[in-house]
């Protein structure tokens, strides 16, 4: 069962779950924030986008106090693979469950748009569908987009192979202006070192149903959805 | 029984409410007494032009607001439309012009934040959102900032609360200079039979206030501030506009709805202009009834508020329901879970009066239906203005031909008016909720439906919200006419049909007859395009005193289109998506220069009568647009409006991901001039691999239908029968000025952001 958290002012998590479910057809549930457990049998964990507690303080500052993210840390301890889109990546950072910041975008605006990412780490549990290099459309909107980190911070995450999607231009070319918010080193997506908890600013639930946003988003969710249904990660 | 602490009530106090002698007259008989100090605030924002559209009432009258899918006309919070297996839609457009210019970013937020309650209140959940904003000329900094101020409050409510922006209009203006606009539009989705109504029914019934604590904001801001001019005093009204928190309406959108889907709700209306003392009235004037409301018990966020405040604070966020008896808990509880604030304040009575009591006193005691219902209704005097004959007279033959086209193809493009608005769009959510099928950019956005437990259907809604108001200046008639022609032309273009439609009437001063003519006039040409065009009127807003100095806007009677699209998945775009397609004008091309963008643009001038519409071939080329996109054999629909042939066809060239050239052969016999950029109204370009079905069909639904090019290539290039080309210029120059036109203009007054965008 995958369980999609909901906060209170989470936007997506409607759509996170409609992805999975109806579009994937995996068996998915919305987990209300002020649960301290995680429900019996849940095999993996989404944080969805939005705006947890309208995003007045720092983006998902609030949101790691929410009781489930108790919950959510052990699940990832023990190895359970831990998904977190635009706030849900803030809330992972946040929470430390994954290092570095989003801060504000380089232009101050909120920005909204198709960008391309390219796959960095092709391999289970997130991006197993897709191959090395593969480039991948799928639309961000954020205000607070900009992927920072400490230089050390950076250099680990490169060493380790953490930086699993990059910003990139439709021919696979990375910087410039195909960077739409000002992340470091075009940092679209990282995971942890451990690879189970993997953060990204795109939105892959936007991307599922071909006529509305393409099939790209599709390639991550349904990397998940191979691995959980292959066993992977039980609890 | 005036409190301790007020101030006397008399006449003189009145009129400072904004209240005239004769309705301080009427407040006498109707109460037998003179008022309280609230209960001359009670009756100053009721009877306010805002709240009762005493101006307007007379002549909304006439509007079509009927039709056998129509579920709900004017007069509840939103209209309802039914669009079958169960479903309905939900919406409005409504203006927050005056608080927008005082203060851009709260002043749009709480426009959005208004219209969303509005939609929500009857149980839909809001789905799309659309503005139509309106700014002086952009060389003025003012106006930049306005821009910039008035976007940031759209993106920072709309992106917030989870409901995707999805299109919109976007156009600059002298007449705006003093008076910018800012109409909001939302549209929800809702069970058909699961429509609440803002009814306080059943004696006894507790009367429940929900979500934010009132206070101090937004007092008079619908009474004071949007019902009289701008002058010099306009700045200290500043602290009329309300402050939004759209994490909060969030939480009360899903609070909300989650209730509705029970049956503990009887009646429910959001607290928006004169906040509760306009709920608690309209709520029991529909039901007939009275209600007796307790003011100790009204949640608040600052010390020491007067019943007077408390009864006309616009604080926003804000809801009164009445529920059932006994199931006062319950209904708390939902709202208490989502972190919002649920009391019970009053009751629903049978003796058809308003009760309110403040510290164990009344503070008011009026009669329910004098002050809501049968407020004041006047029927102003209307005049003509005097020089209108004089601005419609257009001699063609004395302007001077175009001397270069492509340099007025590529002036127009650079034009803030015609130019792209991604500036605009980017900056708001167009996907949330996963249902954004053709965002904005396009004719009219198409937006699929889900039912609220997620399943997808194959429907899809078309809006498109339009006005060109230099027409409604020439001819005020004659240009709401071609405002809700052109709306349901964009929305045809998708393959939808068009259903109904909302509208906002901005205008200047009604006391003017001059003014009130061209509100008079505006309403007759939307009655008669509505009828004719089977869009009944289901629901809408006036705002008037859009003046400063004397100065009015022009009349801006902005009409926004819902269409239905079923099934979704053949649908048409606006833009050419290949080479080798043919290229098929529906629709004549006249001499109609008169009220053309070229025409100001090149040659300084607003003359002349706006192009006529042909309601009927409209209707036919609806009907022709449905069957091919139905049968499949359109790929690309875009309507020739403002800017003329040339700047659709350019349009259509950069409109997509990859840029497509064109070459035309156009029909010779009008000035080349009139033949790029006239303006004639009931013209489509259409595109696709093959032309004879396009041009059977339309040989069968009696549409004019010629084929006029091909795609190809990376150029525009358009010629007459065989002549020199007038355009022949790349797609990707064009695309660039155009995509240039709004970053260039506020990248001098920016934080050096947009030299980067």
Partial sequence: MFAVLQFPGSNDDRDMHFAMKSVL???????????????????????????????????????????????????????????????????????????????????????????????????????????????????????????????????????????????????????????????????????????????????????VEGRIGGLDGALLLGSLLDFVRAGGAAR | ????????????????????????????????????????????????????????KCHLRKLPTRGEHVLQGPGENAGAVAIGDGLAVVFKIESHNHPSFIEPKQGAATGVGGILRDVFTMGARPIASLDSIRFGPLDDPKHQQLLRGVVDGIGYYGNCVGVATVGGETSFHECYRGNILVNAFNLGVVEADRIFLANASGIGNPVIYAGSKTGRDGIHGASLLASAEFDETTEQKRPTVQVGDPFTEKCLIEACLELMRGDDVVGIQDMGAAGLTCSSFEMASRAGTGIEMDLDRVPRRAANLTPYELLLSESQERMLLVARAGRERAVCEVFERWGLDAVVVGRVTGDGRMRVRFHGETVVDIPVDPVAASSPELDRPAR??????????????????????????LALLDDPN???????????????????????????????????????????????????????????????????????????????????????????????????????????????????????????????????????????????????????????????????????????????????????????????????????????????????????????????????????????????????????????????????????????????????????????????????????????????????????EPVARLRAVFERALPRRLAASGAGAEARA
């Fill in chain 2, 1 to 56: 029984m005036s409190a301790p602490g007020e101030r006397p009530v008399d006449l003189a106090l009145a009129r400072e409410h904004g209240l005239t002698d004769e309705e301080w007259a009427r407040i006498l008989e109707i109460l037998g007494r003179a008022p309280s100090w609230s209960e001359l605030g009670v009756f100053s924002v009721m009877w306010s032009e805002h709240c009762s559209y005493k101006s307007s």
């Fill in chain 2, 384 to 409: 003509e203005p005097s020089e209108l004959r004089e601005r419609q007279k257009l001699d063609l033959a004395s302007v001077a031909p175009e001397e270069d086209p492509a340099a007025a193809l």
């Fill in chain 2, 418 to 728: 015609f130019g792209s608005k991604a500036w605009i769009w980017r900056q708001y959510d167009q996907l949330v909720q996963g249902n954004t099928i053709l965002g904005p950019g396009g004719d009219a956005a198409l937006v699929r439906v889900k039912r609220e437990d997620g399943t997808p259907t194959r429907k899809a809604l078309a809006l498109s919200v339009d006005c060109n108001p230099r027409y409604c200046w020439l001819d005020p008639r004659a240009g709401t006419i071609a405002a809700v022609a052109e709306a349901a032309r964009n929305v045809a273009c998708t393959g939808a049909r068009p259903l109904a439609l909302t509208n906002c009437l901005n205008f200047g001063n009604p006391e003017k007859p001059e003014i009130m003519w061209q509100l008079r006039e505006a309403i007759a040409g939307l009655g008669e395009a509505a009828a004719a065009l089977g869009t009944p009127v289901v629901s809408g807003n006036v705002s008037l005193y859009n003046e400063t100095h004397g100065v009015p806007i022009h009349p801006t009677p902005t009409v926004a289109m819902v269409g239905l699209l079923e099934p979704w998945e053949s649908h048409a775009v606006s833009h050419f998506t290949a080479e080798g397609h043919a290229i098929v004008l529906l629709g004549e091309c006249r001499e109609e220069l008169g009220g053309s963008a070229w025409l100001a643009l090149r040659r300084g001038l607003e003359a002349g009568l706006p192009p006529r519409v042909d309601l009927e071939h409209e209707r036919r080329l609806h009907r022709l647009l449905a069957r091919l996109v139905r049968e499949g054999r359109l790929v690309t629909a875009h309507d020739v409006s403002d800017g003329g042939l040339a700047l659709a066809l350019a349009e259509c060239c950069f409109g997509g991901a990859d840029d497509v050239g064109a070459e035309l052969s156009l029909p010779g016999g009008l000035r080349p001039d009139a033949l790029l950029f006239g303006e004639s109204t009931g013209r489509v370009i259409a595109a696709a691999p093959d032309a004879a079905p396009i041009l059977a069909a339309a040989r069968e639904e009696r549409v004019p239908a010629r084929v006029v090019g091909r795609t190809a290539g990376a150029r525009l290039r358009i010629a007459a029968d065989g002549s020199a080309p007038w355009i022949d």
């Fill in chain 1, 25 to 207: 057809g995996a068996d998915a549930r919305l987990v209300w924030h002020a649960e301290s457990e995680l429900p019996a049998g849940t095999r993996a964990v989404l944080l969805p986008g939005g705006f947890s507690y309208g995003d007045y303080l720092r983006c998902g500052a609030m949101a790691r106090f929410s009781p489930v993210m108790g919950a959510v840390r052990r699940f990832a301890e023990a190895g359970g693979p831990v998904l977190g889109t635009c706030n849900g990546f803030q809330v992972l950072c946040e929470a430390g469950l994954l290092p570095g910041v989003l801060r504000r975008n380089r232009d101050l605006h909120f920005v909204c748009e198709f960008v391309h990412v390219r796959v960095e780490q092709a391999a289970p549990p997130f991006t197993s569908r897709a191959r090395a290099g593969q480039v991948l459309r799928l639309p961000v909107k954020h205000g607070e987009g900009a992927y920072t980190a400490s230089a050390a911070d950076l250099e680990q995450l490169e060493a380790n192979g953490q930086v699993v999607l990059r910003y990139c231009d439709a021919e696979g070319r990375v910087g410039g202006a195909a960077n739409p918010n000002g992340a470091l080193h075009d940092i679209a997506g990282i995971r942890n070192p451990a690879g189970n908890v993997f953060g990204l600013m795109p939105h892959p639930e936007h991307a």
